[in-house]
């Protein structure tokens, strides 16, 4: 079947049923988009579909018939980083940054939704992100001052 990703078609191989995250990183090289827990609870493995944040590994591939996937390697726009990768990387919010790009990607769909959104909006927006390095308070902090700039 074909796929959408990042705005381009991909032609992929459905045969097994696969998941959604085992196309992505095993048939097109996306490994942007993590392996966490497998069973759709840590986040790690979401990316949008359609703009919702996902977890692709509980995600059947032919379910994205017709609708837009987006990975982290999608939000890049002629060489220019997406406003949550910014202010999160001159934050310098992350260690091990496993959970990055399920976490930027759950940030990007929430700030598009709620682009002034408060502290609690944010952490209610990113309950189902875990981070194994507890970075959470940089992340929120960070994010707020963004949510704050789109106030202004
Ligand atoms: S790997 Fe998909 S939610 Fe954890
Ligand atoms: S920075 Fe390590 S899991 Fe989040």
Do not use: W
Not at 25 to 54: H, I
Not at 76 to 96: P, R, S
Request: charged fraction near 20%.
């Amino acid at each position: 079947m074909k796929i959408n990703i990042n705005n381009k078609e991909y032609l992929v191989d459905v045969a097994n049923n696969p998941s959604l995250l085992e196309v992505l990183r095993d048939q097109l090289d996306f490994t942007g988009t993590k392996y966490g827990c497998g069973e759709g609870a840590c986040g790690a493995c979401k990316v949008l579909v359609n703009e919702n944040p996902t977890p692709a590994c509980i995600t059947p591939v032919t379910s994205v018939a017709g609708k837009k996937v987006t990975t982290i390697e999608g939000l890049e726009v002629n060489g220019e980083l997406h406003a949550v990768q910014k202010i999160l990387l001159e934050e310098d919010v992350f260690q091990c940054s496993y959970c990055a790009p399920g976490m930027i990607l759950s940030a990007v769909a929430l700030l598009k939704k709620r682009p002034n959104a408060n502290e609690k909006e944010l952490i209610d927006g990113l309950n189902g992100n875990i981070c194994r390095c507890c970075t959470y308070p940089a992340i929120i902090n960070a994010l707020k001052k963004l949510s704050q700039n789109n106030s202004e």
